[in-house]
């Protein structure tokens, strides 16, 4: 059963910072193409693909540059990748068309609605959220993402065995990402703790190049929705 959602989660802080021109361009230009409504019915994957495929759900994708080399990377699987800030959306959608890629779609909006609203229960075979912001101090605990009622959500979400990949480089959001995952009854740790990192199928990206130079240890969790069964 899932947690209530309240208060809302929000998957964000909106810190847009610069939107260069290009971004701004690429945005109006390439979104018709490549862009999802945050709110409406029930995501059909394969209208939106025009086939069907392995279906993949980044959150809070920054730059794009992970997602981008993933989606080029797996073209048989279909990504959708969420992001409040538009300079991020735009730089995507900059690089999706330049690339030619039609395996994905990009949500500029909250991922909260998103989940709840459009993706159906059991429908997506891999869940990412990478280097959320880690809210580190005590009294902002509650802002972070990661809270039982999302875990929740997003196992609700996946179809049985599929895969809740994060991570993060502050150790204290890493033990707290433990221990909610660890308590989600849908969900099992592939790993005794954490898997190696970076995990085998999630390239580098530019904020944890930045962390590793700073001696910034990097923690991946690898969650599995239970089967059916409860094995």
């Known amino acids: 059963m899932l947690h209530a959602l309240t208060p809302p989660v929000r998957s964000f802080v909106r810190r847009e910072g610069r939107f260069t021109p290009a971004q701004r361009q690429a945005l109006a230009l390439h979104w018709p193409d490549y862009g999802l409504e ?8 394969a209208q939106v693909f025009g086939r069907v495929a392995p279906r993949v759900v980044e959150i809070g994708f920054g730059d794009g540059a992970t ?26 959608l900059r690089h999706i068309a330049a690339h030619q890629l039609t395996n994905v779609r990009v949500v500029n909006a909250d991922a909260v609605p998103f989940i709840t609203h459009r ?10 959220l990478f280097f959320p912001d ?11 993402l990661i809270q039982p ?3 929740a959500l997003l196992a609700d ?8 990949h994060l991570a993060t480089d502050w150790l204290p959001y890493a033990e707290w990402m433990l ?21 085998a199928d999630r390239p580098l990206t530019k904020f944890e ?20 069964s409860g094995t």
């Not at 989606?71 to 995507?92: K, S, T």
């Not at 993706?119 to 990412?128: D, G, M, T, Y």
């Not at 880690?134 to 902002?140: D, I, L």
């Open 38 to 45: 945050a709110e409406g019915e029930r995501l059909d994957w």
């Open 67 to 92: 997602l981008l080399s993933m989606a080029q990377a797996q073209p048989d699987r279909d990504f959708i990748g969420i992001e409040v800030h538009r300079p991020g959306v735009g730089h995507l």
């Open 119 to 128: 993706l159906a229960p059991a429908s997506v075979e891999r869940i990412n």
């Open 134 to 144: 880690p809210w580190p101090k005590k009294r902002h605990h509650k802002r972070r």
């Open 149 to 151: 009622p999302f875990v």
């Open 157 to 164: 979400r996946l179809k049985p065995g599929g895969v809740l």
């Open 179 to 199: 221990a909610v995952l660890t308590a989600e009854a849908k969900l099992m740790n592939q790993n005794e703790h954490y898997a190696e990192s970076p995990a």
């Open 209 to 228: 190049r930045r962390g590793l130079r700073l001696g910034h240890s990097v923690r991946d969790l690898l969650f599995q929705r239970r089967l059916e």
